[in-house]
T-cell receptor, first 115, second 113 residues
Framework: QQQVKQSPQSLIVQKGGIPIINCAYE??????FPWYQQFPGKGPALLIA?????SEKKEGRFTISFNKSAKQFSLHIMDSQPGDSATYFC??????????????FGAGTQVVVTP | DTAVSQTPKYLVTQMGNDKSIKCEQN?????MYWYKQDSKKFLKIMFS???????INETVPNRFSPKSPDKAHLNLHINSLELGDSAVYFC????????????FGPGTRLTVT
């Protein structure tokens, strides 16, 4: 049973467009929500993360929006570039001893930015 | 100066064989993980070790046995390989309370024929 639902499965945008990836979760015990970026043949790399006490976080061209009441969060890639073409994963974790470091990942979104 | 390294990068073997994947991190981190990424790219945690102590042990067949000889190394041994074990296996590490800031290795693509 997938605890973090991610959509869409894939996304194609033109350079300069804003791909938006959405994630939803059920477990209100989650208290950390990272996004990972994965290029073909490479391991995932932490991109940006947010905690539930913050509604928005920006790092460069990447923005996370968080809606605690709706149990949803999303990633926006501003002014997207062809080099942003990758698979993006949302994830969620909870800071309890038995779950220490256990991230629940979404299914991933393949983003293609065309020139 | 690779942060998290894994060997081998590719592993092709026959059903029933036993194989090992090795992971090393030079970040000074105290927690290490094994993840499995299936053909649909779904990532699922298998194990985590903190200072050589097993912390997370997901519902993984007991044919999979992790071993952490020291804080910087975490190996994965798989007995009696099955076709369904074919996947990409990632090692990751984190430090202290920043357990969710995980640094992943390049992955080992295991193909069981």
């Amino acid at each position: 049973q997938q605890q973090v639902k991610q959509s869409p499965q894939s996304l194609i945008v033109q350079k300069g467009g804003i791909p938006i990836i959405n994630c939803a979760y059920e477990n209100t015990a989650f208290d950390y929500f990272p996004w990972y970026q994965q290029f073909p043949g490479k391991g995932p790399a932490l991109l940006i993360a947010i905690r539930p006490d913050v509604s928005e976080k920006k790092e460069g061209r990447f923005t996370i929006s968080f809606n605690k009441s709706a149990k949803q969060f999303s990633l926006h890639i501003m002014d997207s570039q062809p080099g942003d073409s990758a698979t993006y994963f949302c994830a969620a974790g909870r800071g309890t001893t038995d779950s220490w470091g256990k991230l629940q990942f979404g299914a991933g979104t393949q983003v293609v930015v065309t020139p | 100066d690779t942060a998290v390294s894994q060997t081998p990068k590719y592993l092709v073997t026959q059903m029933g064989n036993d194989k090992s994947i090795k992971c090393e991190q030079n970040l000074g981190h105290d927690t290490m993980y094994w993840y499995k990424q299936d053909s649909k790219k779904f990532l699922k945690i298998m194990f985590s070790y903190n200072n050589k102590e097993l912390i997370i042990n997901e519902t993984v067949p007991n044919r999979f046995s992790p071993k952490s000889p020291d804080k910087a190394h975490l190996n994965l041994h798989i007995n009696s390989l099955e076709l369904g074990d074919s996947a990409v296996y990632f090692c990751a590490s984190s430090q202290g309370v920043a357990v969710y800031e995980q640094y992943f290795g390049p992955g080992t693509r295991l193909t069981v024929t």
